[in-house]
């Protein structure tokens, strides 16, 4: 009888620590591993986007796992390519989250993209966390369970448009845009900021997304010989717009916005990118004066000795080291709603000289703009004012 009754203890305390062990694996989160899912183009012509935040995010959690995890748990990561299609993007996510092993969606890429993929999160109350668009309806704080890492469109197309004018005394101002959420979204920062200062757009010009069909755009654009082109494309058609452009000797100043991955766009364009000015949303990935920078460097080293530091890793890697600082945030069991209220609760996040700020009314994260531009030998170098171009 005693026999049978500690048989039926022991099965009794098994039973209970299965149910609690699925019970955490349901949000992703077992005794030694927190898991996160991430869309985002691993394929096709917006690859190297998706391939570098995917690289940023490993890097910062074999760092974090590296010394000793978080509360004692290593942090996973687990990727599905959507090949920048929302269709596809949809698909990838309810995968995701019905499989129950993700605590949240991390490092997504796009506007489309994220705007098909983020309700669906936000319905099963999962964060959406650290996507790779500065499109302002993620930035709605009403939606508690989206946080951005990164500053929005609107805040890259005022800073565009301020240099455009002071710096360059421009007049006329033209747009060529991805024909989609992304590309009314910068379309829509750009009239803004043109607007505050009493002007129009000079022209519009847009493309189909996925494809590198853009000589439409660039006969309308030319046609108004704008002193500059603001440029809200993925890097391969940006790229094709203006190799076509200086063949036909069109040479306004070309402003590309941060989503076009400067790094990728530069090598598309070749040499005859020189000159072509992109906004960036991170601190120069070569300045290791900055401690992010510098920590950012060796972990990518670390898990990828051969890569080259980028904007777009850099990015990814900020998003991976912001989600284990929240996460060490939290003062009990680690759940979506208690990752959510420890970045709400936490307000400011330090990581190593680079500010992310959160609070009620707030899920923006970072504000900072900086100006990048492409050098003659496909490097970037980094400048407070925009320089004059010639030719």
């Not at 992703?28 to 935040?53: R, S, W, Y």
């Not at 090949?83 to 019905?98: F, H, N, W």
């Not at 000289?353 to 900072?368: D, E, H, I, K, P």
């Amino acid at each position: 009888m005693r026999y049978r009754s500690l048989v039926g203890t022991f099965l009794g305390l098994a039973l209970v620590a299965f149910t609690a062990s699925q019970t955490r694996a349901e949000n992703g989160v077992t005794p030694d591993k927190i898991v996160f899912g991430q869309v985002a183009a691993l394929d096709g012509p917006a690859a190297a986007l998706g391939q570098g935040m995917r690289d940023g995010l490993q890097a910062a959690f074999a760092a974090a796992n590296q010394a000793g995890g978080v509360k004692g748990h290593k942090l996973e990561l687990i990727s599905v390519d959507d090949g920048y299609e929302p269709t596809k993007s949809v698909a990838a996510a309810r995968e995701l989250i019905d499989s129950g092993k993700v605590l949240a969606l991390i490092g997504s890429v796009g506007t489309p993209t994220s705007a098909a993929v983020q309700p669906i999160a936000t319905e099963a109350g999962i964060p959406f966390v650290g996507a790779l668009t500065g499109a302002e309806f993620l930035r709605d704080a009403s939606k508690s369970g989206v946080i951005n890492v990164r500053a929005s469109y609107f805040q890259e197309t005022e800073i565009m448009v301020e240099h455009l004018t002071k710096d360059l005394g421009a007049a006329h101002v033209a747009i060529f845009y991805q024909d989609d959420a992304y590309g009314q979204a910068g379309l829509a920062g750009v009239k803004r900021a043109l607007d505050k200062r009493g002007m129009t757009l000079a022209a519009e010009g847009l493309y189909e997304r996925n494809t590198t069909a853009v000589k439409g755009a660039l006969l309308a654009i030319r046609k108004a010989t704008p002193d500059a082109v603001i440029m809200i494309g993925a890097y391969k058609p940006t790229a094709e717009f203006i190799k076509l452009a200086r063949q036909v000797k069109f040479a306004p100043t070309f402003v590309s916005i941060s989503f076009v991955g400067a790094d990728a766009l530069a090598k598309e364009v070749g040499p005859v990118g020189a000159g072509v000015i992109v906004t960036e949303v991170v601190p120069f990935p070569e300045d290791t004066s900055i401690g992010l920078v510098a920590r950012y460097q060796a972990a990518l080293k670390a898990t990828q000795p051969d890569a080259r530091p980028g904007f777009v890793s850099l990015e990814g890697y900020m998003v991976g080291r912001f989600i284990a600082a929240a996460l060490d945030k939290i003062p009990g069991d680690i759940t979506r709603q208690a990752l959510i209220e420890a970045v709400t609760t936490t307000g400011q996040f330090n990581l190593d000289g680079v500010a992310l700020t959160y609070g009620a009314g707030n899920n923006r994260g970072s504000s900072q703009v900086f100006l990048t531009v492409i050098q003659p030998d496909g490097s970037l170098k980094p400048v407070d004012t925009l320089p004059k171009i010639s030719g």
